[in-house]
């Protein structure tokens, strides 16, 4: 009798995360379907933005004005029925606009909380490396720890929580660059990059006179996306994956063309996008080739490139690449799928 409880329960042991990330694929594409109604062309770029979404990080969108960095951004918090705000970061943004601010209530003659733009479920912050240094350092705290600490008080932040930062390249006039320790709490940096012919046309066509935003429902909540991050965050990795994944990670750190390499903090971040990449796969464990593949957009952003790298043209992604085909990928083995 104790035998066949024991056998049902590890039954229930494979079947549960199963289940669980045939949801996380079921709901990933719903939300890819609705966010390509609105970016045309960028199949690629929805499927990265959601991988962060479901794993619980942040996203920075970074390329120049006008190919669609803040529609993607709306796109993907319009598609989830939750609390969305939009932080417009400038030069006179102060930090307490974004953190909130405590005010004297002359009628309760107490202190009372207001909070700022950083308290929802999905931030966009659009262009925020327009806002000075101190601002930007304002949301380290909420982006690393979901809380901000306002006049020694500390307030939590709801679950689920994502910044979905925009910047300009730094070459633009009137930008600063992101601190980074700042950089370093966004989980991947895209580029949206220009979009293909047919795909402008299309877009010509559909919206004269129209946002495609407009038309743009909500196709899941905040409940649910709760719910697939902790399913992600039960995907196996076997320890020959996390090897790899260290890997990798100590290869930057020992180029000799950059000056900083990758922190601990990428690597928790390149295996937890792994997971939510394997779950929206179908799978419940992760393969070495979801870290291989996820390392070029969850590394380089942190990364300094040493002054002879610059001069030589050699980018932080040309690091990363060269460090991807260097270090060898374990061989298949039992322990990379649950027993």
């Not at 590890?10 to 549960?16: I, L, N, V, Y």
């Not at 709901?27 to 933005?49: L, Q, Y």
């Not at 004297?104 to 909380?113: G, K």
């Amino acid at each position: 009798m104790q035998g066949s409880t024991q056998a049902r329960t590890r039954t229930s042991d494979r079947t549960a995360p199963a289940a669980g990330v045939e949801e996380v694929r079921a709901v990933a594409d719903r939300i890819h379907a609705n966010v390509a109604t609105v970016i045309e062309g960028k199949p690629e770029i929805a499927r990265t933005a959601l991988v962060v979404l479901l794993s619980g990080g942040h996203l920075l969108i970074e390329d120049v004005p006008g190919v669609g960095k803040t529609m993607l951004s709306k796109a993907l918090a319009r598609s989830i029925d939750c609390s969305v705000r939009r932080i417009q970061f400038t030069p006179d943004l102060l930090p307490s606009d974004v953190t909130g601010v405590s005010i004297f209530n002359q009628d309760s003659r107490a202190f009372e909380f207001r909070p700022g733009g950083i308290f929802a479920n999905i931030v966009v912050g659009d262009e925020i490396n327009r806002a000075s240094p101190k601002t930007q350092s304002a949301m380290l705290e909420c982006m690393e720890e979901g809380q901000v600490t306002v006049d020694g008080t500390t307030y939590e932040l709801e679950s689920p929580f994502m910044v979905i930062a925009t910047q300009n390249p730094i070459e633009m006039e009137g930008t600063y660059a992101l601190p980074e320790a700042q950089r370093d709490r966004f989980m991947v940096r895209l580029s949206m990059g220009y979009p293909v012919e047919s795909a402008e046309i299309a877009m010509l066509s559909a919206r004269e006179g129209i946002s495609p935003l407009d038309d743009l429902e909500p196709v899941t909540d905040a409940a649910e996306v709760r719910k697939l991050i902790e399913v992600t965050g039960r995907v196996h990795v076997s320890h020959p994956v996390q090897q790899y994944a260290v890997a990798l990670v100590t290869a930057t750190r020992r180029s000799p063309d950059l000056r900083l390499g990758a922190s601990p903090r990428s690597t928790l971040q390149l295996v937890r996008a792994a997971r939510t990449w394997a779950a929206m796969q179908g799978r419940d464990f992760v393969l070495p080739d979801d870290v291989r593949d996820l390392a070029p957009q969850v590394l380089p952003h942190r990364l300094l490139p040493t002054m002879e790298a610059q001069m030589n043209g050699r980018r932080p992604v040309d690091v990363v690449e060269q460090v991807v085909a260097q270090v060898p990928v374990p061989a298949p083995t039992s322990g990379s799928r649950r027993a």
